[in-house]
């Protein structure tokens, strides 16, 4: 099972607006509204940002939001702050042996 | 507050052994399916093995299966990893975490323990 495909890297102004992509196969994101997305800032544990492809957990900023069309979903941050600053994964439930799988990561630089 | 805290990682030559272990606080232990997820240094997350609530449903990557053992003890609150035949490709920090079905992700992570397998 491979990993899901990211890009490797992102950048923005405060302010703006950025979209990760991930894309899977229909072996996993495109069969599965079993998606999520993880914040990882540097030297830290990922943190759950997304789950079931849009909803967020208690806490966490609504400037995060998800979606998903096809084989690919997306991960878009609204009025990029500096805090936001981090890597960024998603993962996937997977039919194949795996279980689960996690994107290849993308690095979100604030400008 | 509820918490994970991984221990048993360091240093093991290739062939060796190693038990990683995780305390969980602050939540009902046994009604969570637990993983270990690894991430080798300045590279992604790699899921590695997960086990039910009860220790009925066991999983583990193929990276990983028939060397390592995933096993629980709930009335100590605490979840294992058993690697052995350990290669150099095992070199990660292995992080233990919580998987909710309310919300079908990993929504608790420890701090990770770093095991590193050189000569």
């Known amino acids: 099972q491979s990993a899901l495909t990211q890009p490797p890297s992102v950048s923005g102004s405060p302010g703006q607006s950025v979209t990760i992509s991930c894309t899977g196969t229909?072996?996993?994101?495109?069969?599965?509204?079993?998606v999520s997305w993880y914040q990882q800032p540097p030297g830290t544990a990922p943190k759950l940002m997304i789950y079931?492809?849009?909803n967020r957990p208690s806490g966490v900023p609504d400037r995060f939001s998800g979606s998903k069309s096809g084989n690919t979903a997306s991960l878009t941050i609204s009025g990029l702050q500096a805090e936001d600053e981090a890597d960024y994964y998603c993962?996937?439930?997977?039919?194949?042996?795996?279980?689960?799988?996690f994107g290849t990561g993308t690095k979100v630089t604030v400008l | 507050e509820v918490q994970l805290v991984e221990s048993g990682g360091g240093l093991v030559k290739p062939g060796g052994s190693l038990r990683l272990s995780c305390a969980a606080s602050?939540?009902?232990?046994?009604?969570?399916?637990m993983n270990w997820v690894r991430q080798a240094p300045g590279k992604g997350l790699e899921w590695v093995s997960s086990?039910?609530?009860?220790?009925?449903?066991?999983y583990y990557a193929d990276s990983v299966k028939g060397r390592f053992t995933i096993s629980r003890d709930n009335a100590k609150n605490s979840l294992y990893l058993q690697m052995n035949s350990l290669r150099a490709e095992d070199t990660a920090v292995y992080y233990c975490?919580?998987?909710?079905?309310?919300?079908?992700?990993?929504?608790?992570w420890g701090q990770g323990t770093m095991v590193t397998v050189s000569s």
């Open positions: 602050g939540f009902t232990f046994s009604s969570y399916s």
């Open positions: 086990i039910s609530s009860s220790s009925s449903y066991i």
């Open positions: 079931e492809v849009s």
């Open positions: 229909s072996s996993d994101v495109g069969s599965y509204n079993r």
């Open positions: 993962s996937s439930y997977t039919s194949s042996s795996t279980f689960y799988v």
């Open positions: 975490a919580r998987f909710n079905g309310k919300y079908d992700a990993f929504d608790i």
